[in-house]
T-cell receptor
């Protein structure tokens, strides 16, 4: 069965600190996609990244970086030098071949509070 | 690119009335649209999946007669909450996706800004 676990319910950091958001997933498929979305207080989910299961190369985009480890079924997200604008709820999600990648399995989300 | 809009952003209605929420993909054709519901401080719960021109597929426990979904075109899907009651108050979010080439695989889901429904 598919499952995405975000064990950290809420994290608080002070601006400029680095912070890592954890995501652990379960799927029986060898082909799947992993995603991270940001949901600021306004409510709109903002797409951050999609990674397919065959690409374990870590990715960096500005202050954001992602660490994909198939061996531990994890897809962690790190924000470097956090800013107040990073305060939001972050969701990790999985889609796989069941339903032809049309169904997303979301984690419960991690609320990040960045204090000035 | 990949912008999805929802209208209205907020709606307050009386118990017993019906409310229609529109979801539009503005700059792409969406083969599939999804409707989610989100309660405060919780994750997204998928309600239904709709493909243009066909009936929506509802998740277990979601009343199809209560939540009517119409996907009339490749850029528009509507969710109608019929005979709304206070327990239907929630944040409703739609998303849209396209297919990756001719693979039949869904691409990334792009989300609308959400509609906050309050039923008095």
């Amino acid at each position: 069965a598919q499952k995405v676990t975000q064990a950290q319910t809420e994290i608080s950091v002070v601006e400029k600190e680095d912070v890592t958001l954890d995501c652990v997933y379960e799927t029986r498929d060898t082909t799947y996609y992993l995603f991270w979305y940001k949901q600021p207080p306004s409510g709109e989910l903002v797409f951050l990244i999609r990674r397919n299961s065959f690409d374990e190369q870590n990715e960096i985009s500005g202050r954001y970086s992602w660490n994909f480890q198939k061996s531990t079924s994890s897809f962690n997200f790190t924000i470097t030098a956090s800013q107040v604008v990073d305060s939001a709820v972050y969701f990790c999600a999985l889609s796989d071949t069941q339903y032809n990648f049309n169904k997303f399995y979301f984690g419960s989300g991690t609320k990040l509070n960045v204090k000035p | 690119g990949a912008v999805v809009s929802q209208h209205p952003s907020r709606v307050i209605c009386k118990s017993g009335t019906s409310v229609k929420i529109e979801c539009r993909s503005l700059d792409f054709q969406a083969t599939t649209m999804f409707w989610y519901r989100q309660f405060p401080k919780q994750s997204l719960m998928l309600m239904a999946t709709s493909n243009e021109g066909s009936k929506a597929t509802y998740e277990q426990g979601v009343e199809k007669d209560k939540f009517l979904i119409n996907h009339a075109s490749l850029t528009l899907s509507t969710l109608t909450v019929t005979s709304a009651h206070p327990e239907d108050s929630s944040f409703y979010i739609c998303s849209a996706t396209t297919l990756l080439g001719t693979s039949g695989r869904a691409d990334t889901q792009y989300f609308g800004p959400g509609t906050r429904l309050t039923v008095l």
